[in-house]
C-alpha cells in the first residue's frame, strides 16, 4: 500500500526553526518528482516546494523563498523541509506528495507558529 507519513510539526515562536521528514512506503520514493505542500485554515492547498528526483532542481513558493530548504534522501526513501525564521503565516498543516500530486494525501503535520 502506498502511504506517505509527515512528521517533525509543532509550535513555534516566530523566527524559530522546524525541521519536516516525509517517509514513504509501499513504493519507491526516487521515482518521483516530490513537493511539500500545506494548508491553512480555511484555505486551500498550496504547493510551497518541489525536488526533482534527482536533486539537481528545487523550486520554491515566494512566500517561503530564502527560508525553507527541501531535499530529499532516495537511500532512505524520505523528503525533508527545513523551515527557518519561521513567521506566523507559515501556520498550517504541511503534507508531502509527488509533484504533481498522485499518490494518496496522508495525514500531513500541524505546524504552528506563534508566540
Known amino acids: 500500500q502506498l502511504q506517505l507519513v509527515e512528521s517533525g510539526g509543532g509550535l513555534v515562536q516566530p523566527g524559530g526553526s522546524l525541521r519536516l521528514s516525509c517517509a514513504a512506503s509501499?513504493?519507491?520514493?526516487?521515482?518521483?518528482?516530490m513537493g511539500w505542500f500545506r494548508q491553512a485554515p480555511g484555505k486551500e492547498r498550496e504547493g510551497v516546494s518541489l525536488i526533482t528526483r534527482d536533486s539537481s532542481t528545487t523550486n520554491y513558493a515566494d512566500s517561503v523563498k530564502g527560508r525553507f530548504t527541501i531535499s530529499r534522501d532516495n537511500s532512505k526513501n524520505t523528503v525533508y523541509l527545513q523551515m527557518n525564521n519561521l513567521k506566523p503565516e507559515d501556520t498550517a498543516v504541511y503534507y508531502c506528495?509527488?509533484?504533481?500530486?498522485?499518490?494518496?494525501w496522508g495525514q500531513g503535520t500541524q505546524v504552528t507558529v506563534s508566540s
Open positions: 506528495n509527488a509533484d504533481p500530486p498522485s499518490i494518496r
Open positions: 509501499g513504493f519507491t520514493l526516487d521515482y518521483y518528482a
